[in-house]
C-alpha cells in the first residue's frame, strides 16, 4: 500500500469520499466502456487479421502430415489428398468461428461445420450416398477390424477420414490462434499420426514417416518465424521469409537422407527376439449362438462340398494353430488364373457372396485355376486358401474355382513316391503316442504296408468308437486327453474326433493337417446355399501326386445337444444316437398372456430419468459455467482498461462473491460493508484501498501495483469466505443465481452492456 493514515483522519476522509461519489459517478464505468468498445484490438480481442493468417499456414504443415500417415492405411494417392483437404477446412472453420463473439452461434457453427467436411468428402462420390452415409460409415467401421492395410477408400470411409482431420484441424488451429498456445497445437496432430503410423503397411512406414518429419519441421520453422515478431514490430516481406526457408533446405535433406540410412540399420531397428508373425497362432471362434443365422454364399457345383476356407497345420503337443503369417505363401492370382499347374482339373463350383466378411473367400481343396471378375484376388499356396488382395469381401462378388479330381483307394494304396522334403514338416509330431494310441498304430502296421489303409484303420476306428459330444470349438487335445478319449470316456467334441484322426496320420507317416471350412448346405433353385450352421472341420492328408486330400467321416454315435448352439447344429441321419440319451419332458400349461404395460413403464423410466436428470444436471450447472464466462469477459476488459478497472472489478467480484453466499446489501458503499463483518485487517485495507482508488484521493496516483494488490486482497477474502462455510454451502454457492440477477457492478458485465447498447439502437 502507498500512503496510511491515522485513525482520527479516518472519519474526516470517509465524509468527503461520500460528498465526491455522485460527482464521480459512471466515472468507472466510462473506463470499462472505452475498453470494451476498443475489444478487438490489442490486449483484448483476437490477434490482426495477418498474424491469424501466418499461424493457420505454420500449423497446416504438421496437420498434413497427420493427414499423410492417415491416408497411408488407404490404398492409392486420394486418401492423403482427401485427408489433408478435410485438415485444411478445419482450420478455415476456426478462422471463420472465432469472429463470432455470440457462444451459441460459435458452438453451432463449429458442430454443423465439422459434420460438413464429412459430408464435402463425400460428395465427389456422388449425391446417393450423402442419403445413405449412417450405412456406409456403420459398414466402413464394421470391416475395419477384418482388414490388413492398405484397405479400399469407400465413401464411408471418406466421411470418417473427413471427421477425424476435420477435428483435428479445427482443434490446432483453436489452440494456436484463440487460445494463443500456437506451441502447444502443434503437437495435437502428433498423436494422430503416431497412431495412423501403426497400420501403415510396412513397405510405405519409412517414406511416410520421412514425409510426417519434414512436414513439422516445416510447421515448426514457420511458427518460429512468426512468434519471433511482435504485435507492434514490422514483418519482414514473404520474400525474405522464402529465401530463409529455402536456406534450411539443405539442412533438412541431409537430416531426412541420414534418416532414412539409420533406418536400415540394425543397432536402430534391430532385430526383434520374438516375431509375432513367425508364431503360429491360436484361431479365434465365435460360437453359433451368436452368429447371425444367413445365407453366407452360394455355390453351384455337382459335389456339395467341403468348401474349405484354411487349415491348422502346425501342432504344439496341445494345441492345432495357425500357420505364421510371415510363412504363407499369397501371391495375387495371375491373369490365366492358374494357380497350381501341377494338377489336372477335375471340378469346378460357381461361388456367389452373400452374407460372407473378412478378406478370405471359400474355395475347393487342390484349387486349380480361378477366374472371377472384379477385385484382384490372391492364392495362398500353403493354406491353400483364396482371399481378396485388398479390402474386404463384397457381397454379389461372382467367381469360378476349378480344383483336381479325388483319386480312387487303389490309386492311393499303390503309391511308392516318397514325401517330399517340404512337406514332411507335416508329418513330424512333438509328442509320443499314449499307450492306448500306440497299441492301435501297432495293429495298423502289422496289418498293413500302405500309409492310406494304416490311416484308414485308425481314422475308422474313432468315428467307430468315439461318442461326439459338445460343440466343434478347437480346444487342446495332448497326449493325456487322447488316452482318456480312447480308454475312459470315449466322449469327444467334433474337433477333438479330427483331431485325433489327424494325430495318428501323422504317427504312421502321413503328412495331415486340419482343415475347416464349409460342408454342404441347402438346396434352393439348384443352387445350394451355405449358412453358418454348415461350418465343419475335417482331417486333409498329403499323397505325393495328388497333394492334400479331405477326407470326410462322421462318427457312428453322437449325443444330442440341448439348448445353446443346438437349433443351429447339422442333422446327419446317418449319426445315430448315443446309449446315453437325457429326454426332456415339457408339459404344456395354458396360462394368459403377461401384460407388457410394465415392461413398457420400465423401458420409457429407464430412457426418460437419465435424460431427466442429465438435464436437470445441465440446469444446475448452468449458473456456475456463465459466471467463469462473464469473469473471463470481465477480467480481459479490465486487463486493457486499465489499474483502476481492474481495481473496481477485483472488488465487484469480491461482493459476487459474498452475494452468492448470502451477503448481498447491494446499497452498501465498500466501507459500509465492513460494518456486516467482525473486524478483520485484509476487509478493511481492501475496502479503504478501493475507496481512495476509485473516488479518493489516490485516483490519479493508481499504479500496477495498487492493482495487484487489490486482487490479491479479492482473492484471499473469497477464500477465507468460503473455507469457512460447510462443503454444502458452498457447493450451493457455487451454482447459485443471485450474483447473476443481482450483480454488485451491473455496468462491468460486458455482455449485459452490450445487450443494453444494441436495444438503445433499436428504432421505437
Known amino acids: 500500500m502507498a500512503a496510511t493514515l491515522e485513525p482520527t483522519d479516518l472519519q474526516e476522509l470517509e465524509r468527503e469520499v461520500l460528498e465526491n461519489l455522485d460527482d464521480?459517478?459512471?466515472?468507472?464505468?466510462?473506463?470499462?466502456?472505452?475498453?470494451?468498445?476498443?475489444?478487438?484490438?490489442?490486449?483484448?480481442?483476437?490477434?490482426?487479421?495477418?498474424?491469424?493468417?501466418?499461424?493457420?499456414?505454420?500449423?497446416?504443415?504438421?496437420?498434413?502430415?497427420?493427414?499423410?500417415?492417415?491416408?497411408?492405411?488407404?490404398?492409392?494417392?486420394?486418401?492423403?489428398?482427401?485427408?489433408?483437404?478435410?485438415?485444411?477446412?478445419?482450420?478455415?472453420?476456426?478462422?471463420?468461428?472465432?469472429?463470432?463473439?455470440?457462444?451459441?452461434?460459435?458452438?453451432?457453427?463449429?458442430?454443423?461445420?465439422?459434420?460438413?467436411?464429412?459430408?464435402?468428402?463425400?460428395?465427389?462420390?456422388?449425391?446417393?450416398?450423402?442419403?445413405?452415409?449412417?450405412?456406409?460409415?456403420?459398414?466402413?467401421?464394421?470391416?475395419?477390424?477384418?482388414?490388413?492395410?492398405?484397405?479400399?477408400?469407400?465413401?464411408?470411409?471418406?466421411?470418417?477420414?473427413?471427421?477425424?482431420?476435420?477435428?483435428?484441424?479445427?482443434?490446432?488451429?483453436?489452440?494456436?490462434?484463440?487460445?494463443?498456445?500456437?506451441?502447444?497445437?502443434?503437437?495435437?496432430?502428433?498423436?494422430?499420426?503416431?497412431?495412423?503410423?501403426?497400420?501403415?503397411?510396412?513397405?510405405?512406414?519409412?517414406?511416410?514417416g520421412l514425409a510426417v518429419l519434414v512436414l513439422f519441421a516445416i510447421g515448426l520453422g514457420l511458427l518460429a518465424s512468426t512468434q519471433s515478431v511482435g504485435e507492434g514490430d514490422a514483418r519482414p516481406p514473404l520474400s525474405y521469409e522464402i529465401r530463409k526457408a529455402l536456406r534450411s533446405l539443405p539442412l533438412l535433406a541431409l537430416i531426412v537422407l541420414g534418416l532414412y540410412g539409420l533406418s536400415k540399420a540394425d543397432f536402430l531397428f534391430p532385430k526383434p527376439a520374438i516375431d509375432p508373425t513367425q508364431e503360429p497362432q491360436k484361431p479365434k471362434t465365435v460360437p453359433l449362438s451368436e452368429v447371425e443365422d444367413r445365407v453366407l454364399f452360394e455355390v453351384e457345383s455337382p459335389i456339395t462340398g467341403p468348401w474349405r476356407i484354411g487349415s491348422l497345420d502346425v501342432y504344439d503337443g496341445e494345441d492345432w494353430r495357425l500357420p505364421p503369417f510371415a510363412q504363407n505363401e499369397v501371391k495375387d492370382v495371375p491373369r490365366s488364373g492358374v494357380v497350381d499347374s501341377e494338377l489336372s482339373p477335375g471340378v469346378r463350383a460357381r461361388f456367389t457372396v452373400a452374407g460372407l466378411g473378412g478378406a478370405v473367400l471359400p474355395a475347393l481343396p487342390n484349387t486349380v485355376a480361378i477366374v472371377a471378375e472384379g477385385p484382384r484376388l490372391a492364392y495362398d499356396a500353403r493354406n491353400g486358401n483364396i482371399r481378396v488382395a485388398q479390402g474386404a469381401v463384397q457381397a454379389g462378388l461372382a467367381y469360378t474355382v476349378t480344383a483336381a479330381g479325388i483319386p480312387s483307394v487303389d490309386e492311393l494304396r499303390q503309391l511308392q513316391s516318397p514325401i517330399p522334403r517340404e512337406m514332411q514338416q507335416f508329418a513330424r509330431m512333438p509328442i509320443d503316442p499314449p499307450p492306448a494310441a500306440q497299441a492301435l498304430i501297432d495293429q495298423a502296421n502289422s496289418q498293413f504296408t500302405n500309409g492310406w489303409d494304416k490311416f484308414d484303420f485308425l481314422r475308422t476306428y474313432v468315428l467307430d468308437n468315439v461318442v461326439s459330444t459338445g460343440p466343434g470349438a478347437p480346444t487342446p487335445i495332448g497326449r493325456d486327453r487322447l488316452q482318456e478319449i480312447l480308454t475312459g470316456s470315449k466322449e469327444a467334441s467334433p474337433f477333438e474326433i479330427v483331431a485325433a484322426q489327424a494325430m495318428f496320420a501323422r504317427w504312421v507317416g502321413v503328412p495331415s493337417r486340419i482343415g475347416y471350412g464349409f460342408d454342404g448346405g441347402e438346396e434352393v433353385g439348384g443352387r445350394l446355399q451355405v449358412r453358418p450352421k454348415n461350418g465343419s472341420t475335417f482331417v486333409e492328408v498329403y499323397f505325393p501326386g495328388f497333394k492334400w486330400l479331405p477326407v470326410i467321416g462322421v462318427p457312428k454315435q453322437a449325443k444330442p445337444t440341448v439348448g445353446g448352439d443346438a437349433g443351429q447344429q447339422q442333422f446327419n441321419p446317418s449319426i445315430l444316437p448315443s446309449d446315453d440319451v437325457t429326454v426332456q419332458l415339457v408339459v404344456p400349461v395354458v396360462v394368459p398372456p403377461a401384460s407388457i404395460l410394465g415392461a413398457q413403464i420400465k423401458r420409457a423410466v429407464l430412457i426418460g430419468v437419465p435424460i431427466a436428470l442429465f438435464l436437470a444436471l445441465l440446469y444446475v450447472l448452468f449458473p456456475w459455467a456463465r459466471k467463469a464466462f462473464i469473469r473471463s469477459r470481465r477480467r480481459s476488459a479490465a486487463m486493457a482498461a486499465g489499474p483502476r478497472a481492474r481495481i473496481a472489478l477485483a472488488y465487484a467480484e469480491w461482493r459476487d462473491f459474498a452475494t452468492d453466499f448470502g451477503f448481498g446489501y447491494a446499497t452498501d458503499t465498500?466501507?459500509?460493508?465492513?460494518?456486516?463483518?467482525?473486524?478483520?485487517?485484509?476487509?478493511?485495507?481492501?475496502?479503504?484501498?478501493?475507496?481512495?482508488?476509485?473516488?479518493?484521493?489516490?485516483?490519479?496516483?493508481?499504479?500496477?501495483?495498487?492493482?495487484?494488490?487489490?486482487?490479491?486482497?479479492?482473492?484471499?477474502?473469497?477464500?477465507?469466505?468460503?473455507?469457512?462455510?460447510?462443503?454444502?454451502?458452498?457447493?450451493?454457492?457455487?451454482?447459485?443465481?443471485?450474483?447473476?440477477?443481482?450483480?454488485?457492478?451491473?455496468?462491468?458485465?460486458?455482455?449485459?452492456?452490450?445487450?443494453?447498447?444494441?436495444?438503445?439502437?433499436?428504432?421505437?
Open 670 to 764: 465498500p466501507l459500509m460493508f465492513l460494518d456486516r463483518f467482525i473486524s478483520d485487517s485484509e476487509h478493511t485495507e481492501f475496502a479503504w484501498l478501493v475507496t481512495r482508488a476509485l473516488w479518493g484521493d489516490l485516483q490519479d496516483d493508481v499504479s500496477i501495483d495498487l492493482a495487484a494488490a487489490a486482487e490479491g486482497l479479492s482473492r484471499a477474502l473469497r477464500r477465507r469466505l468460503a473455507d469457512a462455510q460447510p462443503a454444502t454451502v458452498r457447493a450451493v454457492a457455487a451454482v447459485s443465481r443471485l450474483s447473476l440477477r443481482r450483480p454488485y457492478a451491473p455496468e462491468t458485465d460486458l455482455t449485459r452492456r452490450k445487450e443494453k447498447r444494441n436495444a438503445s439502437l433499436v428504432p421505437a
Open 24 to 208: 464521480d459517478a459512471g466515472h468507472v464505468e466510462s473506463d470499462i466502456e472505452a475498453a470494451a468498445e476498443a475489444e478487438g484490438g490489442a490486449g483484448g480481442g483476437p490477434d490482426p487479421e495477418p498474424s491469424a493468417v501466418r499461424i493457420a499456414v505454420a500449423i497446416a504443415f504438421p496437420t498434413i502430415a497427420a493427414a499423410v500417415m492417415v491416408g497411408g492405411v488407404f490404398t492409392g494417392f486420394g486418401a492423403r489428398f482427401y485427408a489433408a483437404f478435410a485438415g485444411i477446412l478445419g482450420i478455415g472453420l476456426t478462422l471463420l468461428v472465432r469472429r463470432v463473439r455470440k457462444p451459441l452461434v460459435a458452438n453451432l457453427l463449429i458442430i454443423v461445420g465439422l459434420f460438413a467436411i464429412g459430408l464435402i468428402l463425400v460428395l465427389p462420390t456422388g449425391l446417393g450416398n450423402i442419403a445413405s452415409l449412417r450405412a456406409l460409415v456403420s459398414s466402413a467401421s464394421a470391416t475395419g477390424d477384418l482388414t490388413r492395410p492398405p484397405v479400399p477408400l469407400t465413401p464411408g470411409w471418406q466421411a470418417i477420414i473427413g471427421w477425424l482431420l476435420g477435428i483435428v484441424g479445427f482443434v490446432t488451429a483453436w489452440l494456436a490462434i484463440v487460445v494463443r498456445r500456437p506451441s502447444l497445437a502443434l503437437l495435437v496432430p502428433m498423436p494422430v499420426a503416431a497412431l495412423a503410423g501403426i497400420s501403415v503397411p510396412k513397405e510405405a512406414q519409412v517414406s511416410s
